[in-house]
């Protein structure tokens, strides 16, 4: 079975400008959650999907969003890019909605600001 | 309001040595835990996970987890310690009254030493 992949891998953007990421689950598995990994602030919590409804959001400015497909892939977007928003952006799938699954991560896509 | 704290950045052992990464953690309701590794370079994998039950988890690559109720702890352990157990390692918790969001420890690196 494939694992989460994660597109593009890497990304150089300059301030001001917007990104889209993607991510698409382990097939079979519904529940999508995005994280930023910066050397400084470690692992931070973006959003969790469920069938395509957004299930909590994490401590971040309304600069960045996600949506979750029906076919239950992901993407997230990040408008009016900051330098700080350099950083190695996670997806993470769970088969369910329950709280005692595990996450599969993808590679992470690294996004530089310029 | 769900925390988790790894309060040693770097942990230093010698091969074939025991090893333990803490981990502390607080929550509202049940926990669950998990820990997860990170390789260079790669995305984070999954090790183990405390739902409920025995105290002492077993996971992945021979590492073992203790979960202790009234300390409020979930180390991880591995007996005897390899080279190629360097890396990132984070743990990880989800809260029983929902939330729908896992939060992540700063990480604690494992260097093991020839």
């Known amino acids: 079975k494939a694992g989460v992949t994660q597109t593009p891998r890497y990304l150089i953007k300059t301030r001001g400008q917007q990104v889209t990421l993607s991510c698409s689950p382990i097939?079979?598995?519904?529940?999508v959650s995005w994280y930023q990994q910066t050397p400084g602030q470690g692992l931070q919590f973006l959003f969790e999907y469920f069938s395509e409804t957004q299930r909590n959001k994490g401590n971040f400015p309304g600069r960045f969003s996600g949506r979750q497909f029906s076919n239950s892939r992901s993407e997230m977007n990040v408008s009016t890019l900051e330098l700080g928003d350099s950083a190695l952006y996670l997806c993470?799938?769970?088969?369910?909605?329950?709280?005692?699954?595990?996450?599969?991560f993808g590679p992470g896509t690294r996004l530089t600001v310029l | 309001a769900q925390s988790v704290a790894q309060p040693e950045d770097q942990v230093n052992v010698a091969e074939g040595n025991p090893l333990t990464v803490k981990c502390t953690y607080s929550?509202?309701?049940?926990?669950?835990l998990f820990w997860y590794v990170q390789y260079p370079n790669r995305g984070l994998q999954f090790l183990l996970k405390y739902i409920t039950g025995d105290n002492l988890v077993k996971g992945s690559y021979g590492f073992e987890a203790e979960f202790n109720k009234s300390q409020t702890s979930f180390h991880l352990k591995k007996p005897s310690a390899l080279v190629s157990d360097s890396a990132l390692y984070f743990c990880a918790v989800r809260d029983s009254t929902g939330g729908f969001k896992t939060i992540f420890g700063a990480g604690t690196r494992l260097f093991v030493k020839a």
């Open positions: 929550v509202s309701g049940n926990p669950y």
């Open positions: 993470a799938s769970r088969v369910g909605a329950g709280e005692n699954t595990e996450q599969f």
């Open positions: 097939s079979g598995h519904r529940s």
